[in-house]
């Protein structure tokens, strides 16, 4: 099974066990998290429960490791292995987010922006840009005039924060039984994507399909 599979099972098989089904989500999650070009809505829930699970899992290791019994150490070795790929996934999944909010950070502070991070990104974004704040005040912009100080100006009708490229070509798939419309702003592009269908386009065109589960980044 690759990882296509396991993408596609998770609309599949809706009678797999809650923890099964978390793992293909948070998967799922994952890439799209890679391929995207913004920072998607954070998961509350998804986390939560993959947070406590894994805790569970680490928990599981230790008393198993504690006894020191023969008889558990293949179990022991698989709960690892389990507990390792769980903690891979989250890791990877925060470290692409990361990597966006640090090339967009000052974009992602915005009002508007910020519902699409969690608490802890919130915090993280906000004292890396008031330090990154403070070091350039004190290596250069203290010289300049106090009106050109600012690092989100829009003088002269051009913002200096700079957006992600919402016009990016992305890779995506159908994941509805109904096949799920998609419009491409200031072209005459319309087409339906259905169940398992792979197409290329703009992501400004999927973006709300994709964030609504309708559709999956490959």
């Excluded at 008031?130 to 009708?157: C, E, I, M, R």
């Excluded at 992305?170 to 419009?183: A, E, N, Q, T, Y």
């Excluded at 200031?186 to 964030?211: C, H, L, N, P, Y």
């Amino acid at each position: 099974m690759d990882i296509s599979d396991i993408l596609t099972s998770v609309s599949a098989h809706p009678s797999l066990p809650a923890q099964s089904l978390d793992l293909q989500a948070l998967t799922r999650a994952w890439v799209n998290e890679r391929v995207a070009p913004e920072v998607l809505p954070w998961p509350e829930e998804l986390m939560a429960r993959v947070m406590w699970g894994v805790g569970k899992l680490i928990e599981k290791v230790e008393e198993q490791t504690a006894t020191m019994d023969p008889k558990t150490n293949f179990r022991v070795v698989i709960l690892q292995t389990e507990l390792e790929r769980w903690k891979f996934l989250v890791r990877s999944f925060l470290r692409a987010r990361i990597a966006k909010i640090d090339k967009h950070i000052l974009h992602y502070l915005h009002p508007t922006q910020r519902t699409r991070l969690s608490t802890s990104e919130i915090q993280y974004a906000t004292t890396h840009q008031n330090l990154l704040h403070a070091h350039y005040h004190s290596s250069f912009l203290a010289q300049f005039p106090v009106g050109l100080q600012k690092l989100d100006d829009t003088a002269g009708g051009i913002a200096m924060v700079e957006v992600p490229d919402a016009e990016k070509a992305v890779f995506v798939r159908g994941l509805r039984s109904d096949p799920v419309r998609v419009s491409v702003e200031g072209t005459d592009m319309d087409f339906q994507v259905g169940r398992g269908e792979i197409v290329v386009v703009r992501w400004s065109a999927v973006k709300s399909a994709v964030e609504d589960g309708d559709l999956e980044c490959v």
